[in-house]
């Protein structure tokens, strides 16, 4: 049958051997869960949060500059279509001229052959004339004012010119304003300004034109010629608008090329913080609690982790008072011999009686190691508000409210670890001189 004192040593010997595996194991468990998985979760879960957050915008940013592109690239084909057929009108307008002066002719000799012909007041003219997309032979209406072939030419030149002025403003004047409420790029705020100077350009090569240019087919100051220089100032005064347009164009296809670089860039980060997430969860197989293994997934250790960390510091703390128990027995009432025995086979820098003020602080150190994880991990769930809702179909499952009222009692929780194992320390030191002035 074994001794009652061999019964206590062994005890004894075992509480000393726990106490050094919790402190040991346990710290390597807290810091390798703290910062091999629960640092990094929520690190690669905030940049999950801000990718996804992010996303939408890009992607809306994208589809509108797609979209202005669209409508920009629409306005130059369009506005490049109506620059090559007002080109092609120059181009016919001596032709035109030649066919009309005939016309001019005949409208003046049937006017002075039938006088009262014109009796009905011609006042809606120039309202007629401007309604018409171009003047032809059959709407052909000179005003009661022009008697003489001169002046009947000279007024279709104008007039044909205030038509061609009036189709530059409707088609590609009106247009380009349109660019600068599409998109907000360097340049097409400067489109009108430049339109109203192409045309004031024009307007001013026009009336220094020769009013006796009809008089001649070819041959400088001609109708040819007169086409020639028209359609030559006319291209040359839309040329700044064309390369303002392209260069337009290229800004909003260099947005859409960053845009869609910083798309991709975020989407790669959302992608790869979420294959560490996943990856984090492979290295909870390794883990060795002081506990043993431990069957939790990813969220649920995260969400125990803290509790955890209380749960090794009261199991420290019992443990430490189990051994001030035993080791009070061995010690009160015992030969110096059998103290140094019990010395020499026991004892460990994290437990009473504390060899030096070095265990005390080690001791200390340790515990506020523990605190301050069990701090920053709860502060990490509650100041994430997505956090708990995130946890709510993890196999252990925690409302809100009642992870804040477990938060606060597991801290006090560890500080009544701590008085528990001071206490200990009181016990021993106090035992052991009762017991020797006993003695």
């Known amino acids: 049958m074994l001794d009652i004192n061999d019964l206590i040593f062994d005890e004894l010997r075992v509480a000393q051997k726990k106490a050094t595996h919790l402190v040991v194991l346990g710290t390597v468990f807290v810091l390798f869960c703290h910062f091999y998985v629960v640092e990094p979760y929520f690190h690669f879960k905030e940049r999950e949060k801000v990718a996804e ?16 592109i669209i409508e920009i690239k629409k306005i130059s084909t369009e506005m490049s279509s109506t620059l090559a057929d007002i080109e092609g009108e120059i181009d016919r307008f001596p032709d035109l001229l030649r066919d009309k002066l005939t016309e001019i002719q005949a409208v003046l000799k ?14 809606q003219t120039n309202q ?53 409420g599409i998109i907000e790029v360097k340049g097409a705020d400067q489109l009108g300004e430049k339109a109203k100077t192409a045309i004031k350009r024009i307007r001013t090569h026009i009336h220094e034109i020769d009013p006796n240019f009809w008089r001649h087919y070819s041959g400088v100051g001609s109708k040819t010629d007169v086409a020639h220089q028209l359609k030559m100032q006319f291209t040359s005064s839309f040329r700044p608008i064309n390369e303002e347009i392209n260069h337009i164009i290229k800004q909003a296809e260099d947005a859409k090329g960053s845009l869609t670089k910083e798309h991709d860039g975020i989407s790669k980060e959302m992608k790869a913080a979420r294959n560490n997430i996943a990856n984090l969860s492979k290295r909870i197989e390794i883990i ?20 955890l960390i209380a749960a090794i510091l009261v199991v420290f703390s019992m443990t430490v008072n189990k051994y001030t128990g035993f080791y009070l027995c061995q010690k009160v009432g015992k030969t110096q011999a059998d103290k140094a025995i019990v010395n020499m086979l026991s004892g460990s820098w994290c437990l009473p009686p504390y060899k030096n003020a070095m265990g005390r602080i080690l001791l200390t150190l340790w515990f506020g190691l523990y ?69």
């Open 110 to 123: 049937n006017r002075r052959t039938f006088p009262q012909s014109e009796a009905m007041p011609n006042i």
């Open 53 to 68: 957050a992010t996303l939408p915008s890009i992607e809306q940013k994208l589809e509108n500059i797609n979209s202005n």
């Open 288 to 307: 060795e609690s002081p506990f043993g293994r431990l069957p939790l997934d990813l969220t649920d250790l995260i969400l125990m982790f803290p509790f």
């Open 128 to 180: 007629m004339q401007l309604q018409q997309p171009h003047p032809t032979v059959s709407s052909l209406m000179l005003p009661r004012d022009i008697v003489t072939f001169e002046q009947g030419v000279q007024w279709y030149f104008e007039d044909w010119f205030q038509y061609f002025s009036d189709k530059i403003d409707r088609t590609l004047v009106i247009p380009l304003k349109e660019i600068t």
């Open 371 to 439: 605190t301050v994880i069990y701090i920053r991990e709860g502060t990490l769930i509650l100041m994430r508000s997505d956090m708990l809702a995130a946890f709510a179909n993890a196999t252990i499952s925690i409302k809100p409210y009642l992870f804040k009222i477990f938060f606060c009692l597991g801290f006090g929780v560890i500080c009544g670890a701590a008085v528990s194992v001071i206490r200990s320390d009181h016990r021993i030191k106090k035992g052991v001189e009762m017991g020797d002035a006993a003695l």
